[in-house]
């Protein structure tokens, strides 16, 4: 029970930051989003370490694992999956996620020799059928599919699985890892990957000059959806895989389309449809039955 309640807390957070991150990824660019809020939850996750003086003894492999997870899937993951935001908004993208519990709950199968009950399996279908029922409204709102922005989707879903699974290792070999040292480690990595890329022109990335142009009601909320999307988001969720099933937790986490439209609808965005009432009690079916399991 307790790994399902951290990874629906992580669910809501981060559909919540999710349409604030498609904003400013459109405003500004996807890649300043991202740069933005690993350095917020850089600092936050150093802070908590600090004033609860958190224990960060590690294995190297473990380190190695978290460090190669944080470049995988929380950098040049995140790249892509922020590309995604921009073109397809955030429901859509986060739709795309809801296939991410059948390749983890495979390799956790093959990796960490977990078995998936009859009554997860019945779960996962329900919340399947729940993100199903969400692509079908928006692809009758839409009338087609932005192949580009699927296949930026669909990278930064395998990059980001991947990143899972390495964090999941890392927790397997190190058991008294806390999720904040880890997640110090994965998000450090990706600030020190972002500063890398913006010292080449090229990229054209930099991280106060845009932070400049938005106004101060602006800045807090970009600020605030880093802190809720990433640090609280983060936290809650590695906390979700380090003590729960893989494919259970990411197949909660395939539902974050749901909260978002949710959250878009009481902000006013959009309206209650058949599909979303739909979604809701598929969701609520699952999430009753992962209870049991």
Known sequence: MLPILFALASNITFAIASVFFTEFSRKVSPNWMNYLKVCIA?????????????????TQRSLAL????????????????????????????????GFQPLLLG????????????GYQLIAILFL??????????SFRDKGHWDLVGICFALTGVLLD??????????????????????NAIRSGTAVVGFFLVSLVPLFHLKLL??????TVRERWTAAGAGFLGTFLALSF???A???????????????????????????????????????ILLFVCGFLVLIQS
């Open 237 to 239: 969720y590695l906390k």
């Open 42 to 58: 850089f600092v936050c996750f150093c802070l908590v370490i600090l004033l609860f003086r958190i224990d960060i003894t590690l």
């Open 209 to 214: 000059a845009p932070f400049k142009t938005l």
């Open 106 to 117: 495979i390799a956790a199968f093959y990796m960490f020799d977990e078995v998936i009950s």
């Open 128 to 137: 399947l059928g729940c993100i199903f029922s969400f692509s079908l409204e």
């Open 66 to 97: 978290l460090l190669l997870s944080g470049f995988i899937g929380l950098m040049i993951g995140d790249i892509f999956l922020f590309r995604a935001f921009s073109h397809l908004g955030a429901g859509r993208v986060l739709m795309i996620f």
């Open 241 to 279: 895989i380090q003590i729960g099933q893989l494919a259970t937790i990411t197949a909660i986490g395939g539902t974050s389309p749901l909260f978002a439209t949710l959250f878009e609808i009481y902000r006013g965005r959009k309206r209650m449809t058949i599909y979303l009432a739909v979604a």
């Open 161 to 182: 699985a991947a990143g899972l699974i390495m964090t999941k290792s890392a927790f397997e070999l190190t058991p008294s890892l806390s999720p904040f040292v880890a």
